[in-house]
Structure formats: C-alpha cells, structure tokens
C-alpha cells in the first residue's frame, strides 16, 4: 500500500511539472509573439518615416529644379506638386502658313474662307495629304521632359476609306523607334469639334513635327486654332 501511495505521489509531482511546463512554454510563446508585434510596429512605422523623409527630399529637388528654369518655386506642402503650363505655340492656322514646311503646302493642302477668315483645308482623292511643321530648337527646349498637350478644331465631310484624318505628332528619338503619338478624329461628316491630346516628350527627343491632313482617305478636313502647350 505504501508503495502504491508513494508511485501515485511522484506522478502526480511529474503530471504537476508537466503542466507548470506547458504553462511556461505557453507564456514564453505569448511573449514572442507580443515582442515580434512590436518589432513589426515599430518597423512599419519606420517605414512611414523613411517614406515621408524621400518624398520631402523630392519636393526640396523639385523645388531647386524650379528655381533653375525660372519658375516660381511655391511652397510644397504634404506632397503636392506645383502645376505650371507654358504655351509653346497658339495661333489661327490661317495667320501663320510659315509654320508649315517650307512655306509651301504640298498639292491638296490649302487655305479656303471661313467667314471673315481663313482656315487649314486638306482635299484627299488619291494619296495622303498633309501639312508637316516640325518644332524649333527653343520649341523642342520647352517640351522635352514634359506633359505636352495639342488642341485644335476639326470639321470634316464625306471622310471615307481605310486610314485615317490625321491630327498628330512625329518624334523622332536618337537610335529609337519614332513615336506617332494622335488624336482619333473620326470618319464621316460632322460640324467643327474640339480634338486634343496629350503626350510625354520623352528627354532624348532629336526632332518633332506635327501633322495634319489625310492619309489613304477621301474626303475633306479643316483645321483651326491650333494650341500645344507644355505643363510641368
């Protein structure tokens, strides 16, 4: 008898150890657990820092860039950029013919009446029919590098076959494919519209043109108010 009380008081001692064991285990498991917590906290919170130091560190640069070309350098506040827009040309098409190449359009480019003005037209029976004006040095001085958007109004009638009207730019990069960044005007017949579009002037660009007219098309176009503009 006194063997077996003596086997069931060290089992119990043992069972006792055992779970005093667990509970040790457990505890130092929650402890981890609350201290990787932490450590994850802390590490998520250096992150916003480090993030908010980099975008401050941006804005500083952005701001000197500023200074440099002779733009106003406003207080940059929770990240926000500021916005300037330079007018790189805006002008009737009919007041300046010399904006197209050579002076002279090619056969089935030219200027008709439109009320008291004249306006950019451009007859399509055969071939393709455009007017072609590249961009000057200072011209390619204010775009490069930035957001560049081009405006004009359209009117058109009878436009039919398998190309297209044709409002776009020609950029050509050094050793790069050329770009043909446009407009989609449409086919058909239709009153004067507003037709514009957008493009970022890659820095590497050599030479850019602008043209308007048909290819493999029909029909007849006009052209007014043309505007590009360069944002910041």
């Known amino acids: 008898m006194k063997k077996t009380v003596i086997a ?7 069972c006792c150890a055992w779970g005093e064991n667990l509970v040790q285990q457990a505890e130092n498991v929650r402890r981890e ?5 932490e450590k994850n906290a802390a590490a998520q919170e250096k992150l916003k820092t480090v993030k908010k130091a980099v975008q401050t560190q941006q804005n500083v640069v952005r701001s000197k860039e500023l200074i440099l070309v002779g733009k106003d350098p406003a207080v940059l506040s929770a990240g ?13 098409l009919a007041e300046r013919k010399e904006y197209f190449r050579n002076n002279a359009l090619p056969q089935g480019i030219s200027y008709v ?3 008291d003005r004249n306006i950019l037209q451009a007859v399509n029976t055969e071939k393709t029919v455009v007017a072609i004006r590249y961009f000057s040095k200072e011209e390619m001085e204010q775009m490069r590098g930035k957001k560049i958007k081009l405006t004009v109004m359209v009117k058109a009638k009878d436009l039919q076959g398998k190309g297209a009207a044709k409002f776009m730019l020609m950029v050509n990069r050094k050793g790069l494919p050329s770009m043909w960044p446009d407009a ?6 239709f009153d004067w519209k507003k037709a514009e579009f957008s493009y970022n002037m890659p820095f ?12 493999a098309m029909t029909g007849t176009i006009w052209f007014k108010d043309l505007k590009v503009t360069a944002a910041e």
Not at 81 to 87: A, I, R, S
Request: proline content about 0%; aromatic content about 2%; overall charge positive.
């Open 8 to 14: 069931l008081m060290i089992a119990g001692s043992t």
């Open 33 to 37: 657990v609350n201290i990787n917590a």
């Open 80 to 92: 926000a950029k500021q916005k300037t827009e330079t007018v790189v040309l805006d002008f009737k």
């Open 113 to 115: 009446a439109d009320g």
């Open 184 to 189: 989609q005007l449409g086919k058909g017949s």
């Open 204 to 215: 590497n660009t050599t030479t850019c043109a602008m043209v308007l007219g048909l290819q």
